[in-house]
């Protein structure tokens, strides 16, 4: 029987040990190695179905990814929502984490090739749908930049000199 990436089949159905799912959250090392050497399953997940790897990468702690990784957490497992570490990385905006997981992922034969696009923006938004909804961001803007408030265009403050 084949299971999909995000099939229900396919999440592990353990729930995760609170004291590890705490140790992640809060990027605590050591506390998670601890948690891992008592055997605690690096593959249980929540009650919405995300696995300590999954929140370790939402969060942005690169080597608790690295460690969860080399104990067996599954890069590939997904959420009840069909989001996988992969994509929680390219959503929370680390970088150095979606590296990481890219290179993990890449190896997987059951991944589909779209996964590993370079980010978000690389995504189709259909219309409609919640991303078609959020406004353009309004950075700040450069030295030497002010940014007008009613237009999206940038406008200089300083004067070229003649």
């Known amino acids: 029987m084949e299971t999909r990436l ?6 592990s159905g353990k ?6 799912r705490i140790a992640v959250l809060t990027g605590v090392l050591a506390a998670v190695r601890i948690r891992i050497d008592r055997g605690d399953d690096v593959n249980a997940t929540d009650d919405r179905g995300r696995s300590p790897l999954m929140l370790a990468a939402s969060r942005g702690h690169l080597e608790t990814c690295r460690l969860l990784l080399e104990a067996g957490a599954d890069p590939t ?4 929502e069909g989001n996988a570490a992969l994509g929680l990385a390219i959503k929370s905006h ?40 959020i406004p353009e961001p309004n950075f700040a803007p450069a030295r030497g930049l002010q ?3 009613g237009r999206p265009r940038l406008r200089r403050t300083c004067r070229n000199r003649a």
Do not use: K
């Open 77 to 80: 497992a997904c959420d009840r």
């Open 15 to 20: 729930p995760i040990n609170p004291h590890l």
């Open 147 to 149: 940014a007008n408030p």
């Open 94 to 133: 680390h970088p150095a984490i979606v590296a990481l997981l890219r290179d993990r992922v890449a190896a997987s034969a059951d991944y589909p090739p779209d996964a590993l696009r370079e980010t978000p923006a690389d995504y189709p938004v259909l219309p409609g749908s919640i991303e078609a909804q």
């Open 6 to 11: 995000n099939d229900p089949l396919r999440l």
